[in-house]
């Protein structure tokens, strides 16, 4: 089951050689699977596994870019179905998009 967390997660480590060298960066606690004084690991640890995997693993940063802009942009939660639907039962919300009615006029 993956989410828009899981793109957006990723996007800390390009912006500098080493993750761990970013000063806010929370890949160590991530990868140590321990909370910090800052950092809660457990939400991101549920929805990746095993964080240096998660990390090693090819990804188009384009296309999750695109994604986060795209939900943004409309407001809604990006992930798999099977995400959305479980959001969706957690919060008692339609989160999932619906199909267009056609507009009169």
Known sequence: MRCATSASIRFVPTLVEHA?????????????GRDDRVDRVAPALERVGNFATFLAEDFDQDEAWLALRRAKSIGRPIGDAEWIAALEARTGCSLAPGR???TMG
């Open 100 to 102: 267009r009615e056609p």
């Open 20 to 32: 761990a060298d970013w000063r806010w960066s929370s890949v160590g606690a991530h990868r140590a």
